[in-house]
């Protein structure tokens, strides 16, 4: 990583952390909203923080990403979120249940569920483990040949390992498409340098911070949409919309729809297994 890079991540880290000029001043402003983002892993979780980020009165708690297994830690998800501050923002790849879900609406919470095409998850995240030495299924990933066998293994699964198939995972975060659950699409969001449309972004950006009771000008959106793509988070790879399709071949494909088909439809990706 080179000197321009290294700045650059360490001021974005300052930035979303609500440490930089611009935003410490904000901080605690009480009619903001306390945010709680929900996504698969891979799924443009870094994109969703920092179209928040990139909004001076908002910034992410001082936390690493929080799952299931850190709950311990702060003795629950309610005292968590009771425990947040206005524009404070909580990212998550927590399990949906019901009383979670309860839990986050009883304390007033927005919260953002970010999906993207299961397809270029899988894909993403077979590229991510397999050179994230230190990821906790890189031994699993580092015996498979090549990106084929790696990517077989991400949609079935391990059992003997404790690794579910890509369906049962997508399976765990389905239940946040639910009111009062605002969703994001990664491919609505990313802009038309991940090869999605400007429009389309503008609107997904407008919605989204409506949704916060934010009213953004103009101006603002378009600030927020020019600094949007960006390649300092720490899993940024391409950020491209149908990736999947220069790695699928007919067996991956027939197996991803036995084994994650039926979470296509139900995610919005598909309107059937006909594809």
């Known amino acids: 990583m080179n000197v321009m890079r290294i700045a650059a991540k360490t001021w974005w880290d300052l930035k979303r952390f609500g440490l930089t000029p611009d935003k410490i001043w904000r901080r605690g402003?009480?009619?903001?909203?306390?945010?709680?983002?929900v996504s698969v892993p891979?799924?443009?979780?870094?994109?969703?923080?920092?179209?928040l980020c990139l909004h001076p009165p908002l910034y992410r708690k001082f936390m690493s990403t929080l799952?299931?297994?850190?709950l311990e830690?702060?003795?629950?998800?309610?005292?968590?979120?009771?425990?947040l501050d206005p524009g404070q923002i909580v990212v998550s790849h927590l399990h949906y249940t019901d009383n979670r879900l309860e839990t986050l609406a009883e304390e007033g919470v927005k919260?953002?569920?970010?999906?993207?095409?299961?397809r270029d998850v899988v894909v993403s995240e077979s590229f991510y483990i397999r050179r994230k030495k230190n990821h906790y299924l890189h031994p699993l990933f580092a015996r498979e040949p090549d990106l084929r066998h790696a990517l077989i293994l991400g949609i079935q699964g391990d059992a003997a390992a404790g690794y579910p198939?890509?369906?049962?995972?997508?399976?765990?975060?389905?239940?946040?498409?639910?009111?009062?659950?605002?969703?994001?699409?990664?491919?609505?969001?990313?802009?038309?340098?991940?090869?999605?449309?400007?429009?389309?972004?503008?609107?997904?950006?407008?919605?989204?911070?409506?949704?916060l009771g934010i009213n953004l000008s103009e101006t603002e959106i378009q600030a927020i949409r020019g600094n949007l793509f960006s390649d300092?988070?720490?899993?940024f790879r391409k950020g491209k919309i149908g990736e999947w399709r220069k790695h699928f071949n007919e067996e991956i494909q027939a197996l991803f729809k036995e084994t994650a088909g039926e979470m296509m439809v139900r995610y919005g990706y598909e309107k059937n297994l006909d594809w």
Request: glycine share 12%; net charge negative.
């Open 67 to 70: 799952y299931n297994s850190h």
């Open 29 to 37: 402003n009480a009619g903001l909203p306390r945010i709680f983002c």
């Open 111 to 118: 919260i953002l569920f970010m999906i993207r095409d299961p």
């Open 165 to 211: 198939s890509f369906g049962e995972r997508l399976g765990y975060f389905a239940g946040w498409m639910r009111d009062p659950v605002y969703v994001v699409r990664f491919e609505d969001l990313i802009g038309e340098e991940g090869g999605g449309g400007q429009e389309t972004q503008v609107e997904v950006i407008r919605g989204l911070f409506d949704f």
């Open 73 to 83: 830690k702060y003795q629950g998800l309610s005292p968590l979120v009771r425990n």
């Open 42 to 51: 891979k799924s443009g979780t870094h994109l969703l923080e920092r179209v």
């Open 232 to 235: 300092v988070s720490p899993t």
